[in-house]
């Protein structure tokens, strides 16, 4: 994002919560949009074979970044609560949930 704030370039440090994305992510996810969404791991159709292939492509793709032992290490969730609720009740085994 190239954007000033009070004449200043604009450091956007609230991640955690709603990560400013960069134009190509952007642009892949408008095209995501436009020409193929369909649900991934959900169907047997084209559109949801080649969504799926998409994601599973991305999986490796990060999962080399970030030097995992493999694709199967690396977990998408919906959000930061999600992802440390996650690790807390897999790593915490469960003693970390609330009862009620």
Request: cysteine-free; aromatic content about 8%; charged content about 20%.
């Amino acid at each position: 994002m190239q954007r000033e704030v009070n004449g200043l370039p604009l450091a956007y440090l609230d991640s955690a919560a709603s990560a400013q994305k960069p134009n190509q992510v952007i642009d892949a996810e408008s095209a995501f949009y436009r020409h193929g969404y369909a649900a991934v791991h959900r169907g047997i159709h084209t559109l949801s074979a080649q969504a799926t292939e998409s994601m599973e492509n991305v999986r490796k793709q990060a999962s080399r970044f970030i030097n995992a032992r493999s694709a199967e290490e690396l977990i998408f969730v919906r959000g930061t609560t999600e992802g440390i609720n996650l690790v807390a009740n897999s790593w915490g085994g469960g003693k970390y949930s609330r009862r009620g």
